[in-house]
């Protein structure tokens, strides 16, 4: 069988399926200090997964707590990397209180493709993988 | 109440994949 860190090179989504993958990857993110990108693609999928199964104030605070953290400074690095248009877009859910599961679909996919174009590659052709394979 | 941070976390590692 392939062995997990061969996979980690197929594509993003391979290294994001594995938990080794998402820790080393995100040891080399913190390395450069941009360990937030990594943080706030997941907490877009949980805010996503949990739709169903929370009550709308929970879905709120979350909301209110995500655009906070990675939105509102403009000098963060998830700030930086998504689109005045979809900020403006999420700042607007927030205040009007429109919680959608899809809010942030568009701020993640922002900064998925900057993290394949960007700091993916990267990672592979870090110390940090090759040491690890 | 949990804080805004636990309430982040715990949001993060639901979207994590299991260990295999």
């Not at chain 1, 990108?37 to 999928?45: E, G, M, T, V």
């Not at chain 1, 859910?93 to 942030?104: E, G, N, S, T």
């Not at chain 1, 990267?122 to 394979?133: G, Q």
Request: aromatic share 10%.
């Amino acid at each position: 069988p392939t062995p997990p860190y061969l996979k980690w090179a197929e594509s993003l989504h391979s290294l994001l399926d594995d938990q080794d993958g998402i820790h080393l990857f995100r040891t080399f993110l913190k390395q450069e200090d941009c360990a937030d990108l990594l943080d706030f693609w997941f907490a877009c999928s949980g805010f996503r997964k949990q739709e169903n199964n929370e009550g709308n104030e929970k879905m709120l605070k979350l909301a209110k707590a995500i655009y906070k953290k990675y939105i509102l400074d403009n000098n963060g690095i998830v700030s930086r990397q998504i689109k005045p248009a979809t900020k403006s877009f999420i700042k607007d859910c927030v205040m009007k209180l429109h919680i959608d599961p899809a809010m942030f679909d568009q701020a993640q996919t922002e900064i998925q493709t900057m993290m394949e174009e960007n700091t993916y590659p990267l990672f592979l052709k870090s110390d940090i993988y090759l040491e690890y394979t | 109440i949990d804080s805004e941070d636990d309430l982040l976390q715990e949001c993060i590692s639901s979207a994590m994949p299991k260990k295999k």
